[in-house]
């Protein structure tokens, strides 16, 4: 038990305590698992060891990627963390790139049914965690902008090609798997929560074996056991496997910094009005541009693109712009 005697907080299967630092904070992984929305509960003796074991390992393979996230390091017990501490934002983000789960049932997909690309929902942490759309989201004020939810997705699609790409090297096929967020006292979105096998759905590509939860949810074998099992071939090196190059498409659009007066666009808007278009009260022209970018990864394709549009296609002294990446 660590030393800390004042819990900020405490679910199924983390404690919240204040950290050494104030904007640092404490998490004790318990050895509880629960399924069916706590319906099923069972203690397994170390459990949380694993999960703060497994969940350190794959913090730290995002952040030598470049991924922002809450992880500091490990604590004084194996069973503990120490994160940044975040104002999380009211969302379960859910990566899928094969059916299982809640969206067999909801869309009557075959399981195990491979995506033509990754899927991303999103689910409202209420009672009932229900399902939410992007709309609602921005209409409920969940995020602070637009931007916000834009940056979530895509850091989502980035997470998630590191993910596949680490498991798929030893032989574990990633399912799915469930993100929060946050944002730091700066106002920077961060990865928060926990990465254990509690919040993913692994199978061996070969055998198909159940290697997350779901052992625990369908009684197909011991839990610990299946999770030691996991961390041992996560901890194993591997060969480094030849990148292939994917293609991007993406969309910069360049407009004006607002109080800065655009030439052009009060140009325009003088045309409009002389045309009779006396109600337009204001017109900011901007600039739209397509791009294909061929890159090893959706990362560095971002930060390609963002060095192109500071540095080509919009003039950073006065004008901004916004970047948006399809796979």
């Not at 204040?18 to 904070?25: A, I, K, L, T």
């Not at 604590?75 to 059916?99: C, D, F, H, Q, W």
């Not at 759309?133 to 997470?159: F, G, W």
């Not at 407009?255 to 006396?278: D, F, M, Q």
């Amino acid at each position: 038990m660590t030393v800390a005697t004042e819990i900020l907080a405490e679910g199924k299967t983390k404690i919240l305590w204040p950290g050494n630092q104030p904007d640092e904070v404490l998490v004790e992984y318990k050895d509880a698992a629960t399924a069916f929305n706590g319906k099923k509960y069972a203690e397994i003796p170390g459990k949380g060891e694993l999960n703060a074991k497994i969940s350190g390992l794959l913090f730290q393979l995002l952040e030598a990627s470049g991924i922002p996230t809450c992880f500091i390091g490990g604590g004084s017990r194996p069973t503990e963390l120490v994160y940044k501490r975040l104002t999380m934002i009211p969302l379960e983000v859910v990566v899928r790139n094969y059916a299982y789960g809640s969206v067999v049932k909801r869309f009557n997909f075959d399981e195990g049914m491979p995506f033509h690309k990754p899927l991303v929902e999103f689910f409202h942490k209420t009672n009932d965690d229900p399902q939410i759309t992007e709309d609602m989201i921005l209409e409920l004020n969940l995020v602070p902008t637009e931007s916000v939810l834009e940056s979530i997705k895509v850091l989502a699609l980035q997470i998630n090609e590191l993910f596949v790409a680490y498991f798929s090297a030893r032989g574990i096929r990633c399912a799915d798997f469930k993100l929060e967020f946050g944002l730091d006292k700066n106002g920077h979105l961060l990865l928060g929560d926990e990465l254990s096998p509690d919040n993913f759905r692994l199978r061996d590509q070969q055998t198909g074996a159940v290697l997350d939860k779901d052992v625990f949810r369908l009684d197909l074998a011991d839990l610990a056991e299946t999770y030691r099992t996991l961390l041992q071939r996560l901890e194993q090196p591997v060969a480094a496997n030849s990148v292939r190059k994917q293609m991007y498409q993406a969309e910069v659009l360049v407009h004006s910094r607002k109080n800065i007066l655009n030439p052009e666009s009060k140009a325009i808007l003088e045309g409009v009005h002389t045309l009779g278009y006396g109600n337009v009260q204001a017109l900011n022209a901007g600039k739209r541009f397509s791009v294909k970018i061929e890159a090893d990864s959706l990362i560095e394709a971002e930060q390609q693109l963002k060095k192109l549009a500071e540095t080509v296609l919009s003039n950073p002294v006065i004008e901004d712009y916004e970047l948006r990446i399809k796979r």
